[in-house]
């Protein structure tokens, strides 16, 4: 867990499954990869939560993002509770480098369209984020503001790096931290695996991570 980037008392944690419930079978009724995934549960809107990485993507390019998406566990209760679009997010700390602008933080947030119901109480498929059929994209702050990509005027992915490739003059975006998250909008429970990003995927498994190469 991000510790400064979690509100209020939620859960996200390495575990093994979830399995599909009574009436599931075949390839969705199991976690994708391995045995295991990432676990994640928040109350209600007053909770956030983030797990994630604030090493290892440090300094890359956000321009040359190419694959980002993952496979979730949805439950009819989720669905009741928010929506179909009830679902947790792929989040991206960033330094956006903006000519436009001069902040140097912003978060670069996935919003995933709502899965087919077909779905519920089992995996889902891979869930490919950079493409407009999936969900949309935005900036947190001013950043968000400067470029017309804010969480109430969200953007295609496509449109999102056009307009941070702005030709800023302290160089291109670059990530700062990654992040599995949910909140503060609606109680969650469920889990994540598969995180990819470009040519690696990352197989949550209850003692550990585990990254796994595209070829």
């Given at each position: 867990?991000?510790?400064?980037?979690?509100?209020?008392?939620?859960?996200?944690?390495?575990?093994?499954?979830?399995?599909?419930?009574?009436?599931?079978?075949?390839?969705?009724?199991?976690?994708?990869?391995?045995?295991?995934?990432?676990?994640?549960?928040?109350?209600?809107?007053?909770?956030?939560?983030?797990?994630?990485?604030?090493?290892?993507?440090?300094?890359?390019?956000?321009?040359?993002?190419?694959?980002?998406?993952?496979?979730?566990?949805?439950?009819?209760?989720?669905?009741?509770?928010?929506?179909?679009?009830?679902?947790?997010?792929?989040?991206?700390?960033?330094?956006?480098?903006?000519?436009?602008?001069?902040t140097n933080y912003s978060t670069l947030v996935w919003v995933p369209s709502a899965i087919d119901s077909m779905y519920e109480n089992q995996w889902s498929p891979y869930i490919e984020a950079t493409s407009s059929a999936n969900g949309s994209w935005y900036l947190t702050g001013a950043a968000g503001t400067a470029i017309s990509?804010?969480?109430?005027?969200?953007?295609?992915?496509?449109?999102?790096?056009?307009?941070?490739?702005?030709?800023?003059?302290?160089?291109?975006?670059?990530?700062?931290?990654?992040?599995?998250?949910?909140?503060?909008?609606?109680?969650?429970?469920?889990?994540?695996?598969?995180?990819?990003?470009?040519?690696?995927?990352?197989?949550?498994?209850?003692?550990?991570?585990?990254?796994?190469?595209?070829?």
């Amino acid at each position: 867990m991000i510790t400064r980037n979690t509100i209020g008392s939620p859960v996200a944690d390495l575990r093994d499954g979830p399995y599909g419930s009574y009436d599931k079978t075949g390839t969705y009724a199991r976690p994708p990869y391995g045995q295991g995934s990432l676990g994640i549960e928040v109350a209600d809107n007053t909770e956030k939560v983030d797990f994630g990485n604030e090493v290892d993507f440090y300094g890359d390019s956000v321009l040359g993002l190419q694959n980002v998406g993952f496979r979730v566990f949805q439950t009819h209760e989720n669905v009741m509770a928010g929506g179909p679009g009830n679902l947790p997010n792929i989040r991206f700390e960033i330094d956006p480098n903006l000519t436009s602008n001069a902040t140097n933080y912003s978060t670069l947030v996935w919003v995933p369209s709502a899965i087919d119901s077909m779905y519920e109480n089992q995996w889902s498929p891979y869930i490919e984020a950079t493409s407009s059929a999936n969900g949309s994209w935005y900036l947190t702050g001013a950043a968000g503001t400067a470029i017309s990509c804010t969480s109430s005027l969200p953007c295609t992915w496509a449109l999102i790096k056009s307009r941070l490739d702005d030709g800023g003059s302290s160089g291109r975006p670059t990530i700062l931290s990654v992040a599995v998250g949910k909140g503060r909008d609606n109680a969650w429970v469920g889990a994540v695996d598969g995180l990819r990003i470009d040519r690696t995927i990352y197989d949550f498994e209850a003692d550990g991570v585990n990254a796994r190469r595209v070829n």
